[in-house]
């Protein structure tokens, strides 16, 4: 499923990096800890997380993830955003708590893989 | 260093900067997208050269990683000035970190970093002590993709 279909989907919102939108995301990982997202996420899948400083948008860009979700309403730096749109990294919001995300996510058909 | 590099190149990673953090490893991913290895090897520095950054960052007082491509494997040497490991068996055990409160709060300190670089490794030394700081050397074996036949 396309990540732009699953922002409608969800009604995530788009903070940065649209340009990235089309990417097919392959499955979802859940986690706060970027260590375990570094060591354990697959390139295409969509990071669900509440972390929203600056370096959630390296490690995506290294895991060569689909796109990051931040939960709880909580607000991405403003410089995240601006790496995201240069890595074109799509960042999404929403503000259900990472739960209801996944299970949301799990119901269209996403996986883990 | 044995061996002459078909390329290398050293980046400077400053000292507590979270803001900028990651950013030698994405430059690093970057080049040897260009070379042209394959996503294997690219995701394997990526992993190994992210986690020691961010030690050298949060630990080690700022300090450099040099890339350098050779014909069999790619070289990454991270080096610090700071503090040194006391004891680098524990270090290496999942879960150990001596992160502060607000490292933790960023999602740092999980204690998976230097297992994270073994894991993604061929060859890892970790040469260590309170008066030089630290230094990693971390082999990822390889060959460039399409050059095999010249
Ligand atoms: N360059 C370094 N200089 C001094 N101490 C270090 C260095 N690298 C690692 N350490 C020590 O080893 C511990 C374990 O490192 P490791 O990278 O495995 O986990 P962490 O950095 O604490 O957490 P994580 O990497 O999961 O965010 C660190 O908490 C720190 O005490
Ligand atoms: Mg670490």
């Known amino acids: ?113 | 260093m044995p061996g002459k590099a078909l390329f290398q190149k050293t980046f400077t990673i400053k000292k507590d900067d979270f803001a900028n953090a990651g950013e030698a490893s994405v430059q690093i991913k970057n080049i040897l997208k260009d070379v042209g290895f394959d996503s294997s090897v690219i995701r394997r520095v990526a992993v190994a050269s992210y986690e020691a950054e961010m030690n050298v960052v949060m630990y080690g007082g700022g300090g450099n990683v040099r890339l350098a491509v050779n014909p069999d494997n790619v070289m990454l040497v991270v080096e610090d000035k700071g503090p040194g490991i006391p004891d680098v068996d524990q270090a290496m055990q999942e879960g150990f970190s001596t992160a502060t409160d607000e490292m933790r709060e960023m999602g740092f300190g999980a204690g998976m970093g230097l297992p994270n670089i073994k894991r993604n490794s061929d060859d890892l030394k970790i040469i260590t002590s309170p008066d030089s700081g630290t230094r990693l050397e971390i082999c990822i074996r390889s060959s460039v993709s399409g050059t095999e036949e010249n």
């Not at chain 1, 990096?17 to 979802?28: F, I, K, M």
């Not at chain 1, 390296?58 to 890595?87: P, R, Y």
Request: net charge negative; with cysteine; charged share 20%.
């Open chain 1, 1 to 113: 499923m396309k990540l732009s279909d699953i922002a409608a989907e969800l009604g995530l919102k788009v903070e940065a990096g649209a340009q990235g939108l089309d990417a097919e995301v392959t499955g979802g990982y859940v986690s706060d800890l970027l260590s375990d997202v570094i060591g354990n996420c697959t390139a295409g899948q969509l990071w669900i997380t509440l972390q929203v400083h600056d370096n959630i948008v390296a490690v995506a860009t290294l895991k060569e993830l689909a796109g990051i979700v931040i939960i709880n309403g909580k607000q991405v730096s403003a410089n995240a955003v601006e790496k995201a749109e240069a890595e074109g990294i799509p960042i999404l919001s929403t503000q259900l708590p990472a739960y209801e995300t996944a299970g949301r996510l799990y119901q269209l058909g996403i996986g883990a893989d």
